[in-house]
């Protein structure tokens, strides 16, 4: 039999985990809830005594140290800094200049050297209120003195605001007298300190820098003076031995060539001119004489050609005028022989003297060209020396450099310095001196408590949230929906003691009216509401560890569900570790559920002897409502060392099969799910999973990580061991918030409220916690 109903049970433990796969499921993020003002007064109430005591302590404490401090006095002088004020500068660069003088200044006065001058020129510690002031302490001299440097840097406050050249110093003092005294000297004496401190230090630093300026220019000249010697010695002037030798050579080369061009077309110029002159024509030679008698010839051609026309040739006119015209045309003969005689002298010369032009052009540029080529040879024999003494000349030049650039460094280092002395060596002046002011601006016990009382509430609000915040504990049915997304079946409240083996002992049976009774129907009915496969309901019952109260919270189920008429059976899977279960299991004299899944006893046989003490009769009077409601119990009663190799996947359903049959609720009470891995596999069993947080300690984590243990297959949260009355007084805003005002409707006694020193060990101490498993 058992065999059909392993095979049966294999079938459906397929589909149970194929239902399991379905009902998958994934942790949701957590949401970003807003506070509310609500929650807000709800957060301070839970944590009111915290509140209480932060506020109370700070307020009271403030208000003593007020009441008890003695009046003290201020007195204010201000002091003007001198600024730069250069014209034609870059004033961005002078505001800043001074900016840093005005901080320069500022700081000067809070530096514990001022406070030792002050000490000093005000002799303080011979003065009766500033001893007083002190607490007139009892130390050696040097003590005291720095005791004073520090009690005076304590009641001087020096301050600037930003842009103003003004420099306040204020002292505030439990003698206005001794406040004015100190506010006037203060200037002088940090006067004092800057001069001593920084004349010694910039003579110092000045003499080794201007000793270090003359050697650097002493090198300095002697590199220029090699330089130039070598020069000199060398005849090579500045640019010598560079790229510009190739570029004279070059231009003196290229005028060489043309003068030499210039030459041979002179010479040939002159050959030609030379043969040239003797070549000219006398066919124009004229003289004003012969241009007088021509024309004197015309006249008279003219009057003979006039008179023949009127005489005969033989007419003594005609023949005077024939003998004029003899007369004047050899006279034009005689004058143009001349004229052409004068011009031939003319040309010859005129073309002696181009000849000797031509041969003068021809030897000036042939001497041109000599002394270019004479000045060209010079020039490259020139570079070629310039080339060979670069190497030298380059080493004294780059020694010229260096030593020119180290002088000009430390040149321009000495005018850092003196820059920054300049806006070291500040000038202060008194412009404005203290007078002894008799207002007390301290102590104001009512300013400085309401202030005390504001902050201190506002300071214990923000700790009651930081604890609120860092508190990951697992406490409410609204942090299992918003965390998880899963119902809270209910919230089983703290009972005093552990429960006892004896079923009729449990507040379920014997005291129906109490709250424990009525948390557990009541997280029984939601249990019997989630929706099944089967009839006969199956629930696994397991937490995230040892010791959160499962075998508690299983037996408080089956009990509920006798007391309501059902006929239940709790199975204790959980073997490994000795518990209330076994301890019962092994106070009966009957088989356990290990001789039944190994078949040594049938199980029908168990069941239906209604006279062995597994049977556990219900409450008194049940009977007449349902006489079968009866709890039966199924457990080991020694731990079992490896549950595994008994407890098989196959074994286990036949088992739950059998049961499914005879009984309207299985309870399986397994593992811890963080402890072992059994509770995982025995999600298949049951048609309801549910998870055990024990109120206050299971936290966020260890639901989170038995949630993904379990692999989704978790349909309901159960609270146990929840303190109502802690849990009213933290106003969680859910109904279990109103339990003392409805406790008197249970027949328990509700358990009282806290005192208030009850409340403080709570908040400062530990307390025994009852410990049910």
């Not at 206005?176 to 230090?201: C, F, G, H, K, M």
């Not at 806290?754 to 498993?773: A, H, I, K």
């Amino acid at each position: 039999m058992m065999a059909e109903l392993a095979q049966t049970g294999l079938a459906n433990l397929s589909r149970s985990a194929a239902l399991g796969e379905l009902r998958d499921y994934t942790l949701p993020p957590v949401p970003n809830d807003h506070l509310s003002l609500r929650d807000l007064v709800r957060l301070l109430q839970r944590h009111k005594l915290l509140v209480i005591f932060i506020v109370a302590s700070v307020t009271l404490g403030v208000l003593a140290y007020q009441l008890l401090s003695p009046n003290q006095y201020r007195s204010v002088s201000q002091i003007q800094v001198q600024l730069i004020d250069e014209v034609g500068t870059n004033q961005a660069d002078v505001n800043s200049r001074n900016e840093q003088r005005v901080a320069n200044a500022v700081r000067l006065h809070r530096s514990r050297s001022s406070a030792d001058a002050v000490v000093r020129d005000l002799d303080l510690l011979d003065n009766r209120a500033f001893m007083k002031e002190m607490g007139n302490p009892e130390a050696s001299k040097a003590a005291l003195r720095q005791m004073a440097i520090t009690q005076l840097l304590t009641m001087v406050d020096v301050t600037n605001e930003s842009g103003s050249d003004l420099i306040q110093l204020a002292v505030t003092s439990q003698n206005p007298e001794l406040a004015a005294l100190i506010a006037n000297q203060y200037p002088e004496s940090v006067s004092d300190v800057r001069n001593t401190n920084s004349n010694e230090r910039r003579e110092e630093l000045m003499t080794s820098l201007r000793a270090e300026q003359k050697d650097r220019a002493e090198k300095a000249r002697l590199a220029s003076e090699k330089l130039a010697e070598f020069r000199r010695d060398a005849r090579m002037l500045v640019g010598a031995g560079s790229q510009e030798d190739l570029l004279q050579v070059n231009r003196i080369g290229a005028e060489a060539a043309s003068a030499r061009a210039n030459s041979a077309g002179s010479a040939s110029r002159s050959a030609v001119v030379s043969r040239a002159a003797n070549f000219h024509s006398t066919a124009q030679a004229t003289s004003a004489s012969l241009q007088q008698l021509q024309q004197q010839e015309a006249q008279l051609v003219a009057e003979k050609a006039r008179l023949g026309s009127l005489y005969g040739p033989n007419h003594p006119d005609m023949v005077r005028v024939t003998a004029e015209l003899s007369t004047v045309e050899g006279a034009i003969l005689n004058a143009r022989n001349e004229a052409v005689r004068a011009a031939q002298s003319v040309a010859q010369a005129d073309g002696a003297q181009m000849a000797e032009l031509a041969r003068s052009q021809a030897a000036q540029d042939a001497a041109r060209a000599s002394r270019l080529e004479g000045s060209l040879a010079a020039l490259t024999s020139k570079a070629f020396q310039n080339n060979a003494n670069s190497v030298q000349l380059a080493e004294l030049e780059r020694a010229a450099l260096l030593a020119e650039t180290a002088y000009a460094s430390i040149a321009e280092r000495i005018e850092q310095i003196q820059a920054q002395m300049q806006l070291e060596g500040v000038n202060t002046m008194l412009v404005s001196p203290a007078v002894a002011n008799y207002d007390r601006i301290s102590p104001k016990p009512l300013t400085f408590t309401i202030t005390a009382f504001l902050g201190s509430a506002l300071l214990a609000s923000l700790v009651a949230l930081g604890i609120d915040l860092l508190d990951d504990r697992l406490r409410t049915a609204a942090q299992i929906r918003r965390l998880f997304r899963l119902p809270t079946l209910g919230m089983v409240p703290l009972i005093e003691g552990n429960l006892t083996g004896v079923i009729e002992d449990s507040p379920v049976i014997r005291d129906p009216q109490s709250m424990f009774a009525e948390a557990v129907r009541s997280t029984y009915s939601e249990l019997r509401s989630l929706p099944r496969n089967y009839q006969p309901q199956t629930v696994m019952v397991t937490s995230p560890l040892p010791g959160d109260g499962k075998s508690t919270v299983s037996l408080s189920l089956a009990a509920a569900a006798i007391a309501m008429g059902d006929k239940a059976i709790l199975v204790d899977l959980d073997l490994r570790r000795p518990g209330l279960l076994q301890k019962l299991q092994g106070e009966m004299d009957t088989p356990d559920i290990v001789d039944v899944i190994n078949g040594r006893v049938e199980l029908d046989n168990i069941l239906e002897d209604h006279t062995a003490r597994p049977l556990i009769e219900g409450p008194r009077g049940l009977s007449e409502v349902e006489p079968t409601g009866r709890l039966v119990l199924l457990s080991a009663k020694r731990p079992v060392r490896d549950p595994a190799a008994i407890l098989t996947a196959a074994r286990l359903n036949a088992l739950i099969l059998q049961l499914r049959e005879k009984f309207d609720l299985i309870v399986i009470n397994a593992p811890a799910t963080l402890a072992v891995r059994d509770a995982r596999a025995m999600c298949d069993l049951a048609d309801h999973t549910v998870v055990v947080s024990r109120w206050g300690k299971t936290t966020i984590d260890q639901m989170k990580a038995t949630l993904e243990s379990l692999g989704g297959r978790t349909d309901g949260v159960i609270f146990d061991q929840v303190d109502y009355a802690e849990h009213a007084r933290r106003q969680l805003g859910d109904p279990i918030q109103y339990y003392m005002e409805s406790s008197s409707y249970y027949s328990d006694v509700a358990p009282p409220r806290r005192s208030m020193f009850g409340q403080f060990r709570r908040l400062f101490g530990r307390s025994p916690e009852p410990v049910m498993e």
